[in-house]
């Protein structure tokens, strides 16, 4: 920050953390809900989540006991929800490495309120996203076999040009490198939080989970270069594996899925529906957090903005796909495109849309962009639309080359269950991670601070 | 030529025995860094509760020299992409799909490239908390406030010159609030 407070007020530049405070004011603002007992609000919340959660695993259990027949899966459309929830929940963790690693990177300022949760979400996004992973090859218990190693059924390797296997690389590469930065992140803080603990055990728990952090300014220099490093690795790696997932599809051929744009319209998407649960998520968490001075409505205006150009991206690789599908000549491109919008699946098309690329239209008048109620609305609507995008890619599925082999996907029970279950886990590890270590970025936070330039004047 | 120097890999001294001072504003920490510096107390850190801006010049600290490993350990996670994929599927188990050659490396770079970038930020962490001496559990915490508003001066008594009397009145003629000397007995 080299801009001081005259400078910064002569240019309306707005602050970005607001309310005077002071460094000890935001470790203790901070530091807060992981240092009271939890409310009775995030005990119902929590309550409720982890009873979804322990459903999901039971009926997980049961699907697995008696086999995949239960679900609505069939020949052709052999993929069915395991694939849509992996595809949709890997998109939404892309936000967070996006707004903690390319905002660096652009050395944006206003990361620094949202970076820590959104980087949460992203591990527990693409923990849930490779769960279904490994659920849907049927058979979880053998899912060590997409890993090559030595084994004793002579040289028998995985196939490297199988995009399972480019799967398997990409998402445990993506969840490892993003655990790493967001922990290097977090130990920090959770050394504060550590000296500011009372009580003995929750002293230990820091003190074991901050690793032995001091402070010192070696260990900060080198700490600075590393995050720098991590976020250039990983701003890549966000589109090479939603790339790679596209690749599930693209790879095949298969009209509608056999195409080109694949990568940049996956990832495009992926940004999107990231952004729209980081809002979701972030508006929640001011509330309930009383954080408004750290998440203001200026972070919220910016990634509304973010979702809205994304909206557009992914409005115009809707469109181009059309252009593309009839440009080509090819009839069973033409057909597969044509049944998107208007075979048995439409209304499905339509959802996706109205609101993938009509609701985030809102966002051009700043009076929306800075209203909670419409905000919050507008993502849960997005995240809704980018769920049935993904249902519409797999339904090209139901009607392929040969009409003999044409069947109609109907999702059972089982199916939705496990699409609940996932938001169940999802939240769970969320709510949980709110309690113990701190939502926003405590030492992050403080070098974005405006106050800091006046304190010696 | 831009080389790695040794003394960009600066590792974490442990603050056993020495003298603290306490300072309020990340001004005041900078000043206090560069008149250390001037005095020359060897081995002298300054513990802050965020990164400040201009702290490293103000110790003479080089720039850390992390990126090298980054590098090296890029280039190492490329090659065994590369060599693992084709050793196993041109040698150990050539496999003939839809015939098409055993040494298809187009189908290999996902794998290369996420080998790379893998190993590549792994290894930096692992460097990172080699040189910053984590995890250690045992650390002992020379004040509480050092991770939450205020910075810390440390002056080591390995430093040359050391001094105890001379180094606090020194600390204390930089305007550090509470100065302490700390010792390994009256440590826990």
């Given amino acids: 920050m080299s801009l001081t407070q005259a400078v910064r007020d002569k240019l309306d530049i707005p602050d970005l953390v607001t309310g005077g405070k002071s460094l000890k004011d935001v470790t203790v603002d901070i530091a807060k809900p992981n240092e009271d007992f939890p409310t009775k609000l995030w005990w119902n919340t929590f309550l409720l989540v982890l009873t979804i959660t322990l459903i999901d695993v039971a009926i997980i259990g049961y699907l697995f006991y008696e086999g995949l027949y239960l679900l609505g899966i069939n020949n052709p459309v052999g993929w069915g929800f395991f694939v849509v929830n992996f595809v949709f929940w890997i998109g939404i963790g892309h936000a967070g490495t996006l707004i903690s690693a390319v905002l660096f990177l652009f050395r944006q300022g206003w990361r620094t309120g949202i970076n820590r949760a959104a980087e949460a979400m992203t591990i527990f996004a693409v923990l849930v996203a490779a769960s279904n992973l490994i659920l849907h090859v049927g058979r979880p218990w053998l899912g060590f076999w997409l890993f090559p190693y030595p084994n004793e059924r002579g040289p028998l390797w995985v196939n490297f040009r199988s995009p399972l296997i480019w799967d398997t690389f990409a998402v445990s590469t993506y969840l490892s490198i993003s655990m790493v930065f967001w922990y290097l992140g977090l130990i920090p803080d959770l050394a504060t939080l550590r000296d500011r603990a009372t009580e003995t055990w929750r002293k230990n728990l820091y003190n074991v989970l901050s690793f032995g952090w001091v402070g010192s300014a070696r260990s900060w220099s080198h700490l600075e270069i590393v995050s720098m490093i991590l976020a250039a690795l990983s701003t890549p790696l966000v589109l090479s594996v939603h790339t790679i997932v596209s690749f599930d599809f693209a790879v095949s051929i298969l009209p509608g899925w056999h195409t080109t744009i694949f990568p940049p319209y996956f990832v495009a998407g992926a940004i999107f529906s990231g952004f729209a649960m980081v809002v979701t998520l972030m508006v929640i968490a001011r509330e309930v957090f009383n954080l408004k001075n750290y998440i203001t409505m200026k972070h919220l205006d910016n990634m509304n903005k973010i979702m809205m150009v994304t909206g557009l991206i992914v409005g115009l690789a809707y469109g181009t796909e059309f252009f593309i599908a009839w440009y080509s000549g090819n009839e069973y491109e033409v057909f597969a495109f044509w049944n998107r919008a208007f075979g048995p699946y439409g209304w499905a098309y339509f959802i996706m849309i109205s609101c993938n690329v009509l609701s985030p239209q809102v966002f051009w008048f700043r009076k929306l962009r800075y209203n909670i109620p419409v905000m919050f609305v507008a993502s849960l609507v997005v995240n809704v639309g980018m769920w049935f995008e993904r249902f519409v890619i797999m339904m090209t599925l139901n009607r392929d080359f040969l009409p003999s082999s044409w069947a109609m996907y109907t999702p059972t029970l089982f199916d939705y269950a496990m699409l609940i279950g996932t938001f169940g886990i999802f939240f769970t590890l969320f709510l949980l991670w709110c309690r113990i270590m701190p939502v926003i970025a405590i030492a992050e936070v403080k070098t974005v601070m405006p106050q800091k330039e006046g304190a010696h004047h | ?188």
């Fill in chain 2, 1 to 188: 030529m831009y080389l790695p120097k040794l003394e960009q890999f600066h590792k974490y001294k442990e603050m056993d025995e020495g003298v603290l001072g306490l300072f309020e504003t990340p001004e005041a920490i900078i000043h206090a860094a560069e008149k250390a510096k001037e005095k020359d107390y060897k081995g002298f850190d300054c513990i802050l509760p965020y990164p400040v801006h201009g702290i490293d010049e103000a110790m003479g600290t080089p720039r850390s020299g992390l990126p090298w490993v980054t590098f090296f350990a890029g280039i190492f996670g490329c090659t065994i992409g590369i060599l693992f994929q084709y050793l196993t599927h041109a040698h150990d188990w050539p496999l003939n799909i839809s015939g098409k050659s055993l040494n298809a490396w187009f189908a290999y770079v996902p794998i290369i490239f996420e080998l790379t970038v893998f190993s590549a930020g792994i290894y930096t962490v692992a460097a990172l908390c080699f040189l910053s001496g984590i995890p250690k559990a045992t650390r002992r915490i020379l004040h509480p406030d050092l991770t939450s508003h205020r910075f810390g001066l440390w002056i080591p008594k390995s430093a040359k010159g050391y001094n105890e009397s001379e180094v606090v009145s020194f600390v204390k003629g930089l305007g550090g609030s509470e100065v302490t000397v700390v010792k390994p007995e009256n440590q826990k």
